[in-house]
């Protein structure tokens, strides 16, 4: 159950989700594309893109966004691509319905130069071959930079990364994170890229959010994050990074993720935080802003500044 969601993503902004498995990153990119399974309950709250509720969007209005506007690179590319279309059959389509309109027919030989342009983008080799292949022909890699390429197809303003490096190695990451930043910063895209990575977070995003069993407890520009963490939760999920000197093992965060269904009441973190009072038993904390430069935190610890 998601509850005390607030996130804001400017124009151009590249924007940081971070936040252990489980904890509702994924679950809220898709309600802000309405893409959540059907026996999902959204209660309250908005999603606004330029000035307009998606949430209270109809089906028409809706279909824009998801062609035009807002996409969405999943984690798994496996599971995004369909195993019995080639290449180039899903890639047709997505610019067909995305660039093409009513009033501009594209033509096959049009559609054609694009596939091969926009797969020379995310640097596949030998695009024409690329193109007459069945997923299951191609590396995760390669199946990742379709996915990306499909996506930066469609996107014109948001693009929702959701843990785009899954299953690849540590080169082909760095590779996947690399290409979409320079392609994001080429088109001028904003970004919200959800990781549980931090490295990777690190070195891509100008601002982070960090997400606990449903609830956004920190908010601050990257390097300050990184530098000064406030929140126990964030603070503890820092220290549990391996260190490259190999001196010395993180205890890790003691205790567990708390059942989603029947959270407790107060902060969700205070069975788990060694500095709970008992207004975090209680009362859920809201955001404070530690230095008056858009540094917030959710912990009662900071109410008093």
Request: glycine fraction near 0%; charge should be negative; proline fraction near 11%.
């Given at each position: 159950m998601l509850n005390g969601v607030n996130l804001r993503v400017g124009e151009g902004e590249k924007v940081g989700l971070i936040g252990e498995s489980g904890c509702g990153k994924t679950t809220t990119m898709k309600a802000v594309l309405r893409?959540?399974?059907s026996n999902a309950i959204i209660k309250g709250g908005c999603v606004n893109f330029k000035g307009k509720d998606v949430l209270k969007m109809g089906d028409r209005?809706?279909?824009?966004v998801r062609r035009k506007h807002i996409t969405m690179i999943f984690q798994d590319p496996t599971a995004a691509l369909n195993p019995v279309f080639k290449v180039k059959d899903m890639l047709s389509d997505v610019i067909r319905f995305s660039i093409g309109s009513?009033?501009?027919?594209?033509?096959k030989e049009k559609i054609h130069e694009m596939c091969l342009k926009v797969l020379e983008e995310v640097a596949l080799p030998d695009p024409e071959r690329v193109l007459d292949s069945y997923p299951f022909q191609l590396s995760g890699g390669m199946r990742q930079r379709i996915c990306i390429a499909m996506s930066l197809t469609a996107a014109r303003d948001l693009l929702i990364a959701?843990?785009?490096t899954t299953n690849l190695d540590v080169t082909i990451q760095d590779q996947v994170l690399r290409l979409i930043k320079n392609l994001v910063e080429e088109r001028k895209l904003s970004v919200i890229l959800i990781s549980h990575a931090l490295g990777a977070v690190r070195g891509t995003v100008d601002r982070v959010y960090v997400m606990y069993a449903g609830n956004m407890v920190e908010?601050?520009?990257?390097?300050?994050?990184f530098s000064e963490p406030l929140h126990p939760y964030t603070q503890g999920l820092l220290q549990s990074v391996p260190k490259l000197t190999g001196t010395g093992f993180s205890e890790g965060i003691r205790g567990h993720i708390p059942d989603y269904v029947n959270p407790p009441p107060g902060c969700r973190f205070h069975p788990r935080c060694d500095y709970a009072k008992e207004v975090c038993r209680k009362e859920?904390?809201?955001?404070?802003d530690v230095d008056g430069k858009g540094h917030e935190v959710a912990c009662w610890l900071y109410g008093k500044r």
């Open positions: 893409i959540l399974a209005e809706l279909a824009e009513s009033s501009e027919k594209l033509t959701d843990e785009p908010a601050a520009e990257t390097n300050k994050l859920t904390p809201p955001f404070f």
